[in-house]
């Protein structure tokens, strides 16, 4: 079992930033390849970005590349996702997730394990 915990959403004005954090404890970390998933209401949980399991390869939706970044600590077993210049349609919950492997996949059931979700609204 991994457990994954988000942390970092909250109200912010379009143009500005956030930083999302998620902590993973369970099993061995960097087993894992991680993706940043979005729901927003009304609608689909959707990829966001993905990252291999060693960090070296990076995948993005194609509306969020050049504003959003992710990254690992593999040593501090945590996933984040640098968010940049957001935009009202960024509104959404934000959940990462876990699978094994060594490449993430753009689909929700090709993970494993899931967060709680953290909230993320960007005003206009």
């Known amino acids: 079992q991994v457990q994954l915990v988000e942390s970092g959403g909250g109200l912010v004005q379009g143009g500005g930033s956030l930083r999302l954090s998620c902590a993973a404890s369970g099993r061995t970390f960097s087993n894992y390849a991680m993706g940043w998933f979005r729901q927003a209401p009304g609608k689909e949980r959707e990829f966001v970005a993905g990252l291999s399991r060693t960090g070296d390869n990076t995948y993005y939706k194609d509306s969020v590349k050049g504003r959003l970044t992710i990254s690992r600590d593999n040593a501090e077993n945590t996933v984040y996702l640098q968010m940049n210049s957001l935009k009202p349609e960024d509104t959404a919950v934000y959940y990462c997730?876990?699978?094994?492997?060594?490449?993430?996949?753009?689909?929700?059931?090709?993970?494993?394990?899931w967060g709680q979700g953290t909230q993320v609204t960007v005003s206009s």
């Open positions: 997730a876990a699978r094994g492997g060594l490449l993430p996949l753009r689909t929700v059931a090709g993970y494993d394990y």
